[in-house]
Nanobody, 128 residues
Framework: QLQLVESGGGLVQPGGSLRLSCTTP????????IGWFRQAPGKEREGVAC????????RFADSVKDRFVISRGNAKEPIFLQMHNLKPEDTAIYYC?????????????????????WGQGTQVTVSS
């Protein structure tokens, strides 16, 4: 069973940066598109970004566009979410998830329904 592990969360001041990583201890993620989602206290989970298997398709939510960068290397390397100019409203638990792409959908962050595996999450807190 595919298991994902996030790391890199922490406490950062507004305007700071963090880099989150998404890895799997046993399997290759090369065949999976990866999405990042977050959930703040008392709020619904929302999609943040996604990246296709070949990195040709990358999408961001408007709330993080121009501040976050998503990247991946070869099949055995982590998927990174580099977050810049962090704001208090970015405070949330961040989850990575894996989906098998289809001809119609290379990746998506609009819904988590197509994702088949999720990590346990990593806490990001933006506060002075």
């Amino acid at each position: 069973q595919l298991q994902l592990v996030e790391s890199g969360g922490g406490l950062v001041q507004p305007g700071g940066s963090l880099r989150l990583s998404c890895t799997t201890p046993k399997y290759s993620l090369g065949n999976y598109a990866i999405g990042w989602f977050r959930q703040a206290p008392g709020k619904e989970r929302e999609g943040v970004a996604c990246i296709s298997t070949d990195s040709a398709t990358i999408r961001f939510a408007d709330s993080v566009k121009d501040r976050f960068v998503i990247s991946r290397g070869n099949a055995k390397e982590p998927i990174f979410l580099q977050m810049h100019n962090l704001k208090p409203e970015d405070t949330a638990i961040y989850y990575c998830a894996a989906m098998l792409p289809t001809p119609a959908v290379a990746c998506t962050f609009l819904s988590g329904r197509q994702y088949v595996a999720w990590g346990q999450g990593t806490q990001v807190t933006v506060s002075s």
